[in-house]
């Protein structure tokens, strides 16, 4: 059976970071492009970040960039995304998801496959 489960949320104040952790089980990640997504209470899904098969492709929407890191180790299954300077616009439950990598779509920003069941972070003071 196919899951992505993710960890690492919490709460924390306004400038403090979070690393959150999604590993798959049941699939090799390294076959897959990974991205992040997250949702705050009565918004849409907004896409965060997303990462190669390999780690050489990777991006950033506008409400991280600058401050979100992604990365990923293939050989725990395992992405990660490391949030600094939190702010309290950055409280949403957090997924990753997962999608067959091609070449013509390194680094995806739509499609998945395959999805975590989310991790809330919340950043408040």
């Known amino acids: 059976q196919v899951q992505l489960v993710e960890s690492g949320g919490g709460l924390v104040q306004p400038g403090e970071s979070l690393k959150l952790s999604c590993t798959a089980i049941g699939f090799s990640q390294g076959h897959y492009a990974m991205g992040w997504f997250r949702q705050a209470p009565g918004k849409e899904r907004e896409w965060v970040s997303c990462?190669?098969?390999?780690?050489?492709?990777?991006a950033y929407g506008a409400s991280g960039k600058g401050r979100f890191t992604i990365s990923r180790d293939n050989a725990k299954n395992t992405v990660y995304l490391q949030m600094n300077s939190l702010r309290p616009e950055d409280t949403a439950v957090y997924f990753c998801?997962?999608?067959?990598?091609?070449?013509?779509?390194?680094?995806?920003?739509?499609?998945?496959?395959?999805w975590g069941q989310g991790t809330q972070v919340t950043v408040s003071s």
């Open positions: 998801a997962a999608r067959p990598w091609v070449i013509s779509a390194p680094c995806p920003r739509a499609q998945y496959d395959y």
């Open positions: 990462i190669g098969f390999n780690g050489d492709n990777t």
